[in-house]
């Protein structure tokens, strides 16, 4: 993705207004996050600075679980965003979340990726930048955001089935009193876990005449955003947040693109590359930017890179680079030192 268009985020009046509304000022987390207190008023700031924001208001809230739950709880649903708005007023708690799914592609940093399969529904939280993952307390909200919209939308005290997530969240005895199930801490992705059949409850809060007025500008305002990045750019930004789930092949990518794989290839070569170069081109970014992390040992890297064995990135990877990956280690590490003491 596009990083000068990546790494805008649009901050809506209405987050400060409802950080008021739970006692916590805006000037106080402009200070605690170390930026001038003009971000206030921006309506665009970095992802960088976003991150700072979050950060900064679990800080002063003290534990992360309870600013979670505090604000999940007291956002007003007349301050919502043109897009939270419309899943507001979808017909069901399932076209709530595909709408959800959907628009968040026009509001970095995070996607979802949505799920059903028996009678669960699976809602994973991804970072469009792989390496630069949102504060605990972010993806924290978000899941509850979800659940909230479920229980608002319908009207009924709807509970999780079970939530994961990666790092520590605080009070974990919080996070189980508002999702109403168990919160396990330490997994490997960040999850939220519905009952499948809470999916298929109305909204009382349907208005079909307004989302009549709100989808087609929203729909446009995303195929405006898609249309901005080349097909290579879709695939590369696809690749990287995929190549951790296992074998990777066209036929998923063109799936996710919404085309068939033909045609997938074909619109590549008309961009003069291919999906094997593209994935050697995603996976060579990846690994040099991940080697130049010297907690993560190499057979992590060859994993988060899509390589099953290590023998087989020691060899792409000295198709890359002409080297080792230890020994490329080695020399960056050597270059640092240098520049260091010049």
């Not at 809230?61 to 007023?89: C, R, S, W």
């Not at 097909?231 to 990287?240: E, G, R, T």
């Not at 390589?307 to 640092?336: L, V």
Request: hydrophobic share 40%.
């Amino acid at each position: 993705m596009n990083s000068s268009s990546a790494d805008r985020i649009k901050i809506t009046p209405g987050f400060w207004t409802n950080l008021r509304g739970i006692g916590v000022e805006p000037i106080d987390v402009a200070r605690q996050a170390r930026l001038p207190l003009t971000i206030i008023n921006e309506p665009l700031v970095t992802t960088a600075q976003y991150y700072s924001i979050w950060q900064a208001y679990s800080e002063l809230v003290g534990d992360t679980a309870m600013g979670i739950v505090k604000l999940a709880t007291a956002y007003e649903t007349a301050q919502y965003p043109p897009a939270a708005l419309a899943t507001f007023h979808a017909q069901d708690y399932r076209d709530a979340l595909n709408r959800m799914a959907r628009y968040k592609q026009m509001c970095p940093p995070e996607n979802l990726r949505i799920q059903e399969e028996g009678e669960q529904c699976s809602i994973e939280l991804e970072w469009q930048d792989a390496e630069q993952p949102g504060p605990p307390v972010l993806v924290g909200i978000t899941l509850a955001y979800l659940l909230e919209l479920g229980r608002r939308g319908t009207g009924r005290h709807l509970t999780a089935r079970s939530v994961e997530f990666i790092h520590p969240m605080g009070d974990v005895q919080a996070l189980e009193g508002y999702f109403g199930c168990r919160v396990q801490i330490g997994m490997d992705r960040n999850r939220l876990m519905l009952n499948r059949d809470d999916l298929d409850r109305p909204f009382a809060s349907y208005n079909e005449e307004l989302l009549e007025i709100l989808t087609p500008a929203l729909d446009r305002s995303l195929d405006e955003r898609q249309s901005q990045l080349t097909v290579s750019a879709k695939v590369k930004w696809i690749l990287s947040r995929s190549l951790t789930r296992g074998r990777i092949d066209i036929q998923t990518v063109a799936f996710e693109l919404g085309m068939s794989d033909r045609t997938l290839q074909r619109r590549l070569t008309d961009e003069g590359t291919s999906f094997k170069q593209l994935l050697s081109q995603t996976r060579r970014e990846k690994a040099v930017a991940y080697l130049a992390d010297p907690s993560l040992d190499i057979k992590e890297v060859a994993f988060l890179v899509g390589y099953e064995d290590q023998n087989s990135f020691y060899r792409a990877f000295r198709s890359w680079e002409g080297e080792t990956p230890a020994n490329w280690r080695i020399a960056q590490e050597q270059w640092r030192s240098a520049l260091v003491t010049e």
